[in-house]
């Protein structure tokens, strides 16, 4: 491995910790020329599978698109980097699973909203209104009224209601 530094290929792992839910190992490491330390990561060399998209083109799938795309959703939001980190692991480890060499983007996106819809559900609506194209308010309503119904319907279980006798 070569510094960042000086460009000099001696250099020692001073520290390797397993990172990435396990997917990545991050190592520190000193350049033995300048002295100085820089962190390099290493991964398992992913399959290429390729995404189809709606209009039939196909690109190579990139962990990095999906998780700009999540990481846009959950702008201002509170989840953690861990947590989009999470959401993008799982959505590939899915793919790895189902998926030997192209995978649909419909497939991806349903998998993505998924997750988001018990992570966050404002960051599923916003996922959502981009990845399904809303064309007006009424396309977030039908999107939104589902989860409505189910919050009304937890508040009007006789076991979520407070007891008033006490």
């Known amino acids: 491995?070569?510094?960042?530094?000086?460009?000099?290929?001696?250099?020692?792992?001073?520290?390797?910790?397993?990172?990435?839910?396990?997917?990545?190992?991050?190592?520190?490491?000193?350049?033995?020329?300048?002295?100085r330390r820089y962190t390099t990561y290493e991964r398992i060399e992913e399959l290429s599978i390729k995404?189809?998209?709606k209009d039939g083109v196909r690109e190579p799938l990139q962990r990095e698109k999906i998780r700009a795309g999540l990481a846009k959703a959950c702008w201002k939001r509170p989840i953690s980097d861990a947590q989009i980190d999470s959401v993008v692991n799982s959505v590939f480890d899915d793919v790895y699973a189902d998926y030997d060499h192209e995978v649909p983007s419909r497939y991806l996106g349903e998998r993505v909203m998924a997750q988001l819809a018990?992570?966050?559900q404002v960051a599923f609506v916003r996922f959502a209104?981009?990845?399904?194209?809303?064309?007006?308010?009424?396309?977030?309503?039908?999107?939104?009224?589902?989860?409505?119904?189910?919050?009304?319907?937890?508040?009007?279980?006789?076991?979520n209601t407070p007891d008033l006798e006490n």
Do not use: W
């Not at 007006?136 to 508040?155: A, C, G, I, K, Y």
């Open 1 to 35: 491995m070569k510094c960042p530094y000086c460009q000099a290929d001696n250099d020692r792992v001073i520290d390797s910790r397993g990172g990435d839910e396990g997917f990545s190992i991050r190592r520190r490491r000193e350049c033995l020329s300048c002295k």
């Open 51 to 53: 995404v189809v998209k």
């Open 118 to 120: 018990s992570l966050d």
């Open 129 to 159: 209104s981009v990845y399904r194209e809303f064309k007006d308010v009424r396309d977030f309503v039908d999107e939104l009224q589902p989860m409505l119904n189910d919050q009304t319907s937890n508040r009007e279980h006789p076991l």
